[in-house]
């Protein structure tokens, strides 16, 4: 999205105990030209807000939280997506909520919400006439069908949201003792985690060197719904690396095959490993479960 309004995207690297965008490398990112900054709440697990409206202030830069994983996680008490200047939600259907495809952007900004109104309805003002088109707005307006179920999925959302939270927690416990597994962290602060992933951090050294594509596909065969994640950052993808943008105006200054975050790397490369949204739906007796594949698994390779 940020190139389809021919922006330049800025990438910077991830805190290694959260996955999530890493305060501490935004400043040196920011020039003369920064206009936003995109905090993704990876997972489900509220990124550090504080730190990021502070940065965000002191440069007068927005704030738009991509929350496409993360309904109904919470922020010291506060909702993602309601923190920063607006909040972008997916529907695709992976999601905690989905309706297949589609999703929604909120705010509490009078003008930005009347321009992102128009923007969705192909450029329409409510004080303009049916044909009257003010702005470069496409057709982004939600079916009937697809606000139904989204609404009937909204009235369950928080319960899901609260057993989703607990089984982390629970799980996260289970797995502290583990040898060569390490639960992410959850920060410092006061959050409800939504776990549309659960993600801890794998070391092949305590599973006699096994891979982790290898160790993956035994926890899967063990019955765990999971994955290896991303088989790497953003901008190594070659829509990035061959700057095959099209039409879009992206400075030959930029060179995204110099861009270089070794955590994120590292994380997709040998570290990440993820247990899907629908598997925190479950029991404790599923987490047990989880825990017990992983002890198998380590057993076997160990022994």
Known sequence: MVLEINCVPVFVDIDPQTYNLDPACIEAAITERTKAIIPVHFAGLACDMDAILD?????????????AHAHGAEYKGRKLGSIGDAGSFSFQSSKNLTSGEGGIVITNDDALYETMNSLRNVGRLPSGQWYDHFNPGCNYRITQLQAVLLSEQLKRLDEQTITRNENGLYLDSLLADVPGITPLSRGAVAIRHCYHLYIFKY??????????????????AEG?????GYPHPLYKQPVFQQKNFMCYAIPDSVDYTQVDCPEAERACSDEAVWIFQQAMLGTREDMDSFAQAIQKIQSAMTN
């Open 224 to 228: 765990v719904p999971c994955s290896a």
């Open 203 to 220: 070391d092949r050294t305590k599973f006699g060197q096994l891979t982790k594509q290898e160790f993956v596909a035994m926890l899967s």
């Open 55 to 67: 940065i965000a202030k002191r440069h007068n830069l927005r704030v738009i939280e991509d929350v």
